[in-house]
């Protein structure tokens, strides 16, 4: 079964600098989204991407952050300046459409030191 | 925006016993999904069930999207069904409850 795929599974980070979790989503799939969860929270929408734009992101998702689709199989989350209250999950999934189950990737545990 | 809510938030149950969790959320949605958090941390896509019914093994889930409630079901539950359990719904971004915490004993 297809399946989406994040790099890497655990990054370590300095605060300040910049970070880029990559993810590449089911192929045939036209709807991309980035999560994120705060150890011991729930999931929290970031952002979903589509057509090469963003559709829809939350009031988590801002000047700090950054998606791009750079190639026709790779997704990425850019988070410039990273604070401590980054630490997180991140999570990447896909979907065929919007509405459509959302598959997800296994995540990028960040720590920011 | 859609509030979800998860019940109860923990469950301690014997090996073999039977479970249900309850989802309710506040507006109608065109998407709704179970997962299992492991853990590792890996989020189980467990089922994809805006409304109905749909079984796969010893889980069954049920929407009454008219009602807004959800309900997943574990029956004879092993130590592996251990973790968490999230409800997500929405459209085309995911709301997602708090999550019920499983653990089974053996």
């Known amino acids: 079964e297809p399946e989406v795929t994040q790099t890497p599974s655990h990054q370590v980070t300095q605060m300040g600098q910049e970070v880029i979790l990559r993810c590449v989503p089911i192929s045939n799939h036209l709807y991309f989204y980035w999560y994120r969860q705060i150890l011991g929270q729930k999931v929290e929408f970031l952002v979903s991407f589509y057509n090469n734009e963003i559709s829809e992101k939350s009031e988590i998702f801002d000047d700090q952050f950054s998606v791009e689709r750079p190639d026709g199989s790779n997704f990425t989350l850019k988070i410039r300046s990273t604070k401590l209250e980054d630490s997180a999950m991140y999570f990447c999934?896909?979907?065929?459409?919007?509405?459509?189950?959302?598959?997800f990737g296994d995540g990028t545990r960040l720590s920011i030191l | 925006g859609i509030q979800v809510e998860q019940s109860p938030p923990d469950l301690i149950l014997q090996e073999g016993a039977n479970s249900t969790l309850r989802c309710n959320f506040s507006d109608s949605v065109n998407n709704l999904q179970w997962f299992h958090q492991n853990p590792w941390g890996q989020l189980i896509n467990l089922f994809y069930i805006p409304s109905g019914t749909k079984q796969n093994g010893r889980l069954s889930a049920t929407t009454v999207a008219t009602e807004r409630y959800s309900l997943l079901y574990i029956s004879s539950s092993q130590t592996t069904d251990s973790g968490v359990y999230f409800c997500?719904?929405?459209?085309?971004?995911?709301?997602w409850g708090a999550g019920t915490k499983l653990i089974i004993k053996p």
């Open positions: 997500a719904v929405g459209g085309y971004q995911l709301i």
């Open positions: 999934a896909s979907s065929f459409f919007g509405g459509q189950p959302q598959h």
